[in-house]
Antibody, heavy 118, light 107 residues
Framework: QVQLVQSGAEVKKPGASVKVSCKASGYTFTSYGITWVRQAPGQGLEWLGWISANNGNTHYAQKFQGRATMTTDTSTTTAYMELRSLGSDDTAVYYC???????????WGQGTLVTVSS | DIQMTQSPSSLSASVGDRVTITCRASQGMSNYLAWFQQKPGKVPKLLIYAASTLQSGVPSRFSGSGSGTDFTLTISSLQPEDVATYYCQKYDGVPLTFGGGTTVEIK
């Protein structure tokens, strides 16, 4: 069965970086993309960007251009999302989700809580 | 970029009521529109894609419709387990924008 398993909760200080991992299993990793979505406490869903697991092509939301980097490791079928220069408003649950070509986000990871606090 | 606006932002209805949530795009788009359900503390769950196709395993009381700029999620008979926040999302090219969400409660 398709599974996306994310890394554990993180606590970071302002200005630091965080790298969240998303281990995929149960499907052909390179046939799909991975999208990253976040949700601040009590807020809605926010799209951060997308990466093709086939060729590594990326698209970032304008808000995260230059501050977020998404990568994949096909040997371990793992996707990564690094966010730099963290501020308190980056405190959120970060989700990875599988993105079929021309299809919706059909499987989601369990979420990773990133807390930014001094 | 296309913006997605949901209305209402919240609603309260009785068990058995018909509930309708609207998602409006800022410009015409394809039918690559999905609806997600998120229960408190849980991961979002795909309910509907391609504007009107029910995801496998989703109860038939959920339905989607619409085209162009106006899309609708309908719950034909609200059940207690439907208490959640519902989000629309366009997925026909980047950015994959979400609507602001609609919180559904039981009256």
């Amino acid at each position: 069965q398709v599974q996306l398993v994310q890394s554990g909760a993180e606590v970071k200080k302002p200005g630091a970086s965080v790298k969240v991992s998303c281990k995929a299993s149960g499907y052909t990793f390179t046939s799909y993309g991975i999208t990253w979505v976040r949700q601040a406490p009590g807020q809605g869903l926010e799209w951060l960007g997308w990466i093709s697991a086939n060729n590594g092509n990326t698209h970032y939301a304008q808000k995260f251009q230059g501050r977020a980097t998404m990568t994949t490791d096909t040997s371990t079928t793992t996707a990564y999302m690094e966010l730099r220069s963290l501020g308190s408003d980056d405190t959120a649950v970060y989700y990875c989700a599988r993105k079929p070509t021309s299809g919706p986000l059909d499987y989601w990871g369990q979420g990773t809580l990133v807390t930014v606090s001094s | 970029d296309i913006q997605m606006t949901q209305s209402p932002s919240s609603l309260s209805a009785s068990v058995g009521d018909r509930v309708t949530i609207t998602c409006r795009a800022s410009q015409g788009m394809s039918n690559y529109l999905a609806w997600f359900q998120q229960k408190p503390g849980k991961v979002p769950k795909l309910l509907i894609y391609a504007a009107s196709t029910l995801q496998s395993g989703v109860p038939s009381r959920f339905s989607g419709s619409g085209s162009g700029t106006d899309f609708t999620l309908t719950i034909s008979s609200l059940q207690p387990e439907d208490v959640a926040t519902y989000y629309c999302q366009k997925y026909d090219g980047v950015p994959l924008t979400f609507g602001g969400g609609t919180t559904v409660e039981i009256k």
